[in-house]
């Protein structure tokens, strides 16, 4: 699978949007985007994902830029309890079957 | 419908002794996985099964890991005479996929330290 590219972390104040990006330059057309997030002490949770339109559910959205190179991740209004790791990954239809994670963005939320 | 669940939680065992993790995947799901977690990185892959049948391994499951899942349902992941090294959070995933792709269930983990 690609590679993605995320900050190692960001910040936001609680009860503003956050906009997380990811950078996958080398995806390729059976790469769909994945998003999961890692609260503190619990297993990864997934969040959202897409292939080429963006991406809207209960959690979060996802916008994915025309070429596929890249694409955000918006909370859009961030609480506390968004507090995590965010992990961005791609995932080819047939290619590998695990989740490659990389490192994340943490996302720090201040009161 | 009740998620993934790991048990034990925590494990603390000393270098040398054989430990084993078991994960209860969401009903119905044909897929099982294994990963490791160690302090400050993403989640590694370490195993995955289809039902019954392991169908692919990581080349960190060195020969002291051992991962099976009897009659396509629960999983159990052995680690024979602990090292240091092999401190870390064990997480299992289901999925259910049949094509395309899928989304993984995680459970919350088990957090071992090998002293």
């Known amino acids: 699978d690609a590679k993605t590219t995320q900050p190692n972390s960001m910040e936001s104040n609680e009860e503003e949007p956050v906009h997380l990006p990811c950078n996958h330059s080398?995806?390729?057309?059976?790469?769909?985007i994945h998003w999961y997030r890692q609260l503190p002490s619990q297993g990864p949770e997934y969040v959202i994902h897409?292939?080429?339109s963006n991406v809207n559910n209960r959690m979060a959205s996802l916008a994915i830029a025309e070429d596929r190179k890249s694409s955000t991740l918006i909370l859009h209004r961030a609480t506390l309890r968004d507090a995590a790791v965010y992990y961005c990954?791609?995932?080819?239809?047939?290619?590998?079957?695990?989740?490659?994670f990389g490192t994340g963005t943490r996302l720090t939320v201040i009161p | 419908d009740t998620g993934v669940s790991q048990n034990p939680r925590h494990k603390i065992t000393k270098r040398g002794q054989n430990v084993t993790f078991r994960c209860d995947p969401i009903?119905?799901?044909?897929?099982l996985y294994w990963y490791r977690q160690t302090l400050g990185q993403g989640p590694e892959f370490l195993t995955y099964f289809q039902n019954e049948a392991q169908l692919e391994k990581s080349r960190l499951l060195s020969d002291r890991f051992s991962a099976e899942r009897p009659k396509g349902s629960f999983s159990t992941l052995e680690i024979q005479r602990t090292e240091q090294g092999d401190s870390a959070m064990y997480l299992c995933?289901?999925?259910?996929?049949?094509?395309?792709?899928?989304?993984?269930?995680f459970g919350p983990g088990t957090r071992l330290t090998v002293l």
């Open positions: 995933a289901s999925s259910y996929r049949t094509g395309g792709t899928d989304t993984q269930y």
């Open positions: 990954i791609l995932r080819d239809v047939s290619g590998a079957n695990n989740l490659f």
């Open positions: 897409g292939l080429t």
């Open positions: 009903s119905e799901h044909n897929r």
């Open positions: 080398t995806i390729s057309g059976t790469d769909y």
